[in-house]
T-cell receptor, first 111, second 113 residues
Framework: QKEVEQNSGPLSVPEGAIASLNCTYSDRGSQSFFWYRQYSGKSPELIMFIYSNGDKEDGRFTAQLNKASQYVSLLIRDSQPSDSATYLC???????????FGPGTRLSVLP | DTAVSQTPKYLVTQMGNDKSIKCEQNLGHDTMYWYKQDSKKFLKIMFSYNNKELIINETVPNRFSPKSPDKAHLNLHINSLELGDSAVYFCASSSRGSGNTIYFGEGSWLTVV
């Protein structure tokens, strides 16, 4: 069973700080990685995807991938209270043609 | 225009009833999914269809039966509902052309009483 793990949190950061969210995955053959944000009572929405080792930046968000360590992270710079949500890491399982989600990390940005 | 739409959004029903949730996507994707999110917020795959064919059928009770009349629709029928079926059910779709990104519907909140 392929697994994706995240710290459940809550992770609390002050407004304006950098929030760092981490994710590890079990399937060394995975090639596609995604970060989703889910507000309470809403559906998950895509923030970023990353396929290659290294960093990928999009506005205040940076995804980092290290396939050798089977580790993917999401950095949120200048955190805002509106960033408070649950962040879900997802890995595409090429064999099963399925997206495997982690349990999510609840982020709270304190004003 | 909603990309992935599912109905109903809220459903309260009694134990033992049979209910259906419908899902439609207008993104032209070839793969559709049903995920279940329980009270602990864990998103777990239930079924996946690719071009109307079942490709994933995780360990779910056979009271749950998906049906895909065409690749734009994937419905979920649940027989003999139990208290433990209370959860949020998300329909989703993806396509290799979209970089395998998965897009979710708004969710269907099912409460069994």
């Amino acid at each position: 069973q392929k697994e994706v793990e995240q710290n459940s949190g809550p992770l609390s950061v002050p407004e304006g700080a950098i929030a760092s969210l981490n994710c590890t995955y079990s399937d060394r053959g995975s090639q596609s990685f995604f970060w989703y944000r889910q507000y309470s009572g809403k559906s998950p929405e895509l923030i970023m995807f990353i396929y290659s080792n290294g960093d990928k930046e999009d506005g205040r968000f940076t995804a980092q991938l290290n396939k050798a360590s089977q580790y993917v992270s999401l950095l949120i710079r200048d955190s805002q209270p509106s960033d408070s949500a649950t962040y879900l890491c997802a890995v595409f399982d090429n064999y099963g043609q399925n997206f495997v989600f982690g349990p999510g990390t609840r982020l709270s940005v304190l004003p | 225009d909603t990309a992935v739409s599912q109905t109903p959004k809220y459903l309260v029903t009694q134990m033992g009833n049979d209910k259906s949730i419908k899902c439609e996507q207008n993104l032209g994707h070839d793969t559709m999914y049903w995920y279940k999110q329980d009270s602990k917020k864990f998103l777990k795959i239930m079924f996946s269809y690719n071009n109307k064919e079942l490709i994933i059928n995780e360990t779910v009770p056979n009271r749950f039966s998906p049906k895909s009349p065409d690749k734009a629709h994937l419905n979920l029928h649940i027989n003999s509902l139990e208290l433990g079926d209370s959860a949020v059910y998300f329909c989703a779709s993806s396509s290799r052309g979209s970089g395998n990104t998965i897009y979710f519907g708004e969710g269907s909140w099912l409460t069994v009483v």
